[in-house]
């Protein structure tokens, strides 16, 4: 258990088992829609959790039986954001675009701590997963999925190009900008297994119930490595995913060379050796 307090209001926050953290997007009469307030919140949740000692691995999830998340809440954007408001301030346009930019910034950070988080996190996603359950899940290092999920980037529907990381993130998962475009420029809904035959997913489990069973034992097995090495592992990989291999072996060099100085290495020879299970420092 964290000794860090979590008490978000559109989120739940637990500990179901040693160095897991369980995030749960809780607006479940909404369809866990997002409005803006969720996206500061979550971003604050990713960042205090990204440093607490406590937490190795992190669960995604989302509450009630029918939706991961539905995406923005369209009424919520079309009131605010997205509204054209004939009292704003302005209606230079150049004073408007900087307003939209700035926001746009914003919102991909929150999405962007999910990545830049340090521990790992596992999007564990069932039902409705559209929009930005996509830019989220991108950002995640390990997507797991129920059968009955149904995903979709569904901006061009409401008149926008994915701007909040999914078309920058989706093609690198994947691998194929070719199934990247169809499914960017025409909205369509594809299945879990079509998502786990391109890559996005790497898990198909038959129920939600089954999915968070098999999220919680994978997230156990990966806090029960040492922490020097996940952290480290995610960091070098994130870092190498958008350069060359060569610089990649040199980032991975400097990392290490300090890295390696952990007392972490010779537990893992030892408990291999003793045949018993590791214990690692907090981190």
Request: glycine share 8%; charged share 20%; proline share 4%.
């Amino acid at each position: 258990m964290s000794s860090t307090t979590y008490n978000p209001k559109y989120f739940t926050v637990t500990f179901p088992q040693q160095y897991v953290a369980h995030v749960e997007i809780n607006r479940a009469d909404k369809m866990n829609a997002f409005i803006e307030e969720m996206w500061i919140e979550m971003r604050t949740i990713f960042d205090t959790l990204s440093t607490d000692p406590m937490v190795r691995t992190i669960i995604l999830t989302g509450a009630g039986p029918k939706a991961f998340t539905t995406g923005l809440d369209v009424k919520a954007a079309s009131q605010g954001l997205l509204s054209d408001n004939p009292n704003s301030p302005s209606t230079d346009p150049a004073r408007k675009a900087t307003h939209l930019r700035r926001h746009i910034t914003s919102f991909q950070d929150c999405i962007t701590s999910i990545s830049r988080c340090e521990k790992p996190v596992i999007a564990a996603m069932h039902g409705f997963s559209l929009g930005l359950a996509v830019d989220i899940a991108t950002a995640a290092d390990i997507r797991l999925c129920a059968a009955d999920t149904k995903f979709a980037v569904k901006e061009v529907d409401i008149g926008l190009a994915a701007d909040i990381g999914t078309l920058s993130r989706l093609p690198k998962v994947v691998g194929s900008f070719g199934w990247v475009k169809e499914v960017a420029l025409s909205a369509r809904v594809f299945g879990a297994e079509e998502a786990l035959r391109v890559g996005f997913v790497s898990g198909v489990f038959g129920s939600k119930d089954e999915l968070l069973r098999g999220a919680l034992e994978l997230g156990g097995l990966i806090a029960g490595k040492s922490p020097v090495a996940v952290q480290g592992s995610k960091e070098i990989l994130n870092w190498s995913r958008d350069r060359s291999v060569e610089d990649g072996l040199r980032y991975t060099s400097v990392w290490n060379s300090a890295a390696l100085q952990t007392t972490d290495v010779s537990a893992a020879l030892l408990s291999g050796i003793q045949k018993r299970m590791p214990r690692f420092e907090k981190l």
